[in-house]
Each structure stands twice: as C-alpha cells, then as structure tokens.
C-alpha cells in the first residue's frame, strides 16, 4: 500500500495530474512545463499556488517514491512526461475518483459544491449520488482517504475533506498566490554546493592569472 502522507505540493501535483487525465486527455500525460502550469492555474485551485521548477521536481521525486506518480519517455519522444498513479493504487472507481480530485485541488468543500465542480470530470445526478460515493472513500477498509469536518457555524452543509495530508493552513478562503518555497538543502548538499563553489572561484583565479600572462607576452 502507497504511503498516504502527501505534501500540500504533492497533492497538487498529483490532484493537477488527475484532472488533466479526465479532462485534457488528448494532451496528457503532461510534460514538466506543462504540469507546473497545472499546478499554478489559477482556476479551479484553492489556494492559488506559485509553485517554481525545482520545489515541483522535489514534489515529483516524493510521489515517485510513495508510488503515486511516475515519469516516462515515449517511442517517439525523448520529452520525459508525467502521469499520476494513485487512482490505480488505490482502484478508484470514476465518481470516487472526480471527488478526490476536487478535494485534492481546492480542499475541504461541500458536498453541493463537489456536485457542482467535479461534473466536467464525472457527471452526478444527485446530492445522494455525490453522498454515496464520499461514504464509500469515507468506509475503506484500507483507510479511509475523506472525512466528514464539522459543521461551521451559520452553514447548513457540511464539508468533506480528504486525508491524504495537511491542507497549507487558513488558507482556503484566500484569493493571493502563495508560494511554495523549496525545502531547505540538507548539510550534505550544502557541503557540496560549498565544494562547487569553491572549485569555480579557484579556475577563475587560474584563469585570471593565465590571461594575464599571457597578456605580458
């Protein structure tokens, strides 16, 4: 069983890579540009996030070793590209799988709200509908992946959300981007990125002192 512990990046990623498997097919599964593009669309996501290259390659690396998504190159392609595989290990059926998404992209919602959003992915002919199938995520034998949240005050409906991780705190109701840094680097790597650095200054010294001899000629 694949760990069930994403990132708020990580469940972008692969909540931006399910939509676009059911909704774009014809340009799925999605190159690097495309997929970080995916990710920091601003409709259909809350929050809006600005993810850059290098937190979403990181993002990627965690899915890939959680069995959640993997890259691949084509026959007739040397463009590495990059599909999810959660719905397979998990063996999500189509309506079950619209509801994760959405709640994958915006967050906790209501189960009104999820009939309205998921339809361009699967269609529900009711609220019952829509009811059913969050149950069934919500009674897995394996786990459950949503949850029924308490009711906010002043709402009559109340929202599901799903629990494959942490949500970005408070913010759901936010319209500004936010952005997702890249963890900090390891001592390792630092170390690393320090040797590097010290190799280059020292061949643009020896660089420096060979142009001016030969300059002297």
Do not use: W
Not at 39 to 58: F, G, H, I
Not at 66 to 79: H, I, M, Q, V
Not at 85 to 96: N, Q, S, V
């Amino acid at each position: 069983m694949p760990a069930r512990t994403l990132t708020p990046v990580e469940a972008r990623i692969v909540g931006a890579l399910i939509e676009k498997a059911l909704t774009t097919p014809e340009y799925y599964p999605l190159t690097l540009n495309a997929l970080l593009a995916a990710c920091n669309q601003k409709n259909n996501r809350a929050p809006v996030m600005a993810v850059d290259e290098r937190t979403l390659q990181q993002g990627l690396y965690g899915l890939q070793e959680k069995r959640l998504a993997e890259c691949f190159s084509g026959a007739t392609s040397r463009t590495v590209k990059y599909r999810e595989r959660l719905i397979a290990e998990f063996e999500l059926g189509p309506a079950e799988r619209a509801l994760l998404c959405e709640l994958l992209l915006r967050g906790p919602q209501t189960p009104g709200e999820l009939r309205s959003r998921a339809a361009r992915m699967h269609p529900f002919a009711s609220l019952d509908e829509v009811m059913a199938a969050l149950q069934r995520l919500a009674a897995r034998e394996d786990g459950a992946l949503v949850t029924e949240l308490p009711r906010q005050p002043g709402h009559k409906e109340a929202r599901f959300a799903h629990l494959l991780g942490d949500s970005p705190p408070a913010l759901e109701e936010s319209g500004a981007a936010v952005f997702i840094p890249a963890p900090t680097p390891q001592p390792e790597s630092s170390s690393r990125l320090e040797a590097l650095e010290s190799r280059v200054a020292a061949l643009e010294a020896e660089m420096a002192s060979l142009r001016e001899r030969l300059g002297s000629l």
